[in-house]
């Protein structure tokens, strides 16, 4: 079992950066990836950027150049470092961890105002 707990959110002006942070615990020996998805209301949740155990990144190409994903060395964190963010950008953002199995945090909300 892995528990995910995301902080960072919040509402920004159009422009802004915004860090979200998920602090996970429990099996995290397992992980063997670290993700953000987002969904915003009334769309399908969506892959925003993953990171793997060999720190093999991907981004989706809506936020490439924008966003970039971290993690520290104990696999007890990732980050999400979202830069020049646009409106289109507001949605609940998620943590995802895979390990045998998938587990995801609570969601934080992001809103990005024009």
């Known amino acids: 079992q892995v528990q995910l707990v995301e902080s960072g959110g919040g509402l920004v002006q159009a422009g802004g950066s915004l860090r979200l942070s998920c602090a996970a615990s429990g099996s995290i020996f397992s992980i063997r990836v670290m993700a953000w998805y987002r969904q915003a209301h009334g769309n399908e949740r969506e892959l925003v950027a993953r990171?793997?155990?060999?720190?093999?990144?991907n981004y989706a190409d809506s936020m490439k150049g924008r966003v970039a994903i971290s993690r520290d060395n104990a696999w007890k964190t990732v980050y999400l470092q979202m830069n020049s963010l646009k409106p289109e950008d507001t949605a609940v953002y998620y943590c995802?961890?895979?390990?045998?199995?998938?587990?995801w945090g609570q969601g934080t909300q992001v809103t990005v105002s024009s």
């Open positions: 990171i793997t155990r060999g720190d093999i990144t």
């Open positions: 995802y961890v895979e390990t045998n199995n998938g587990y």
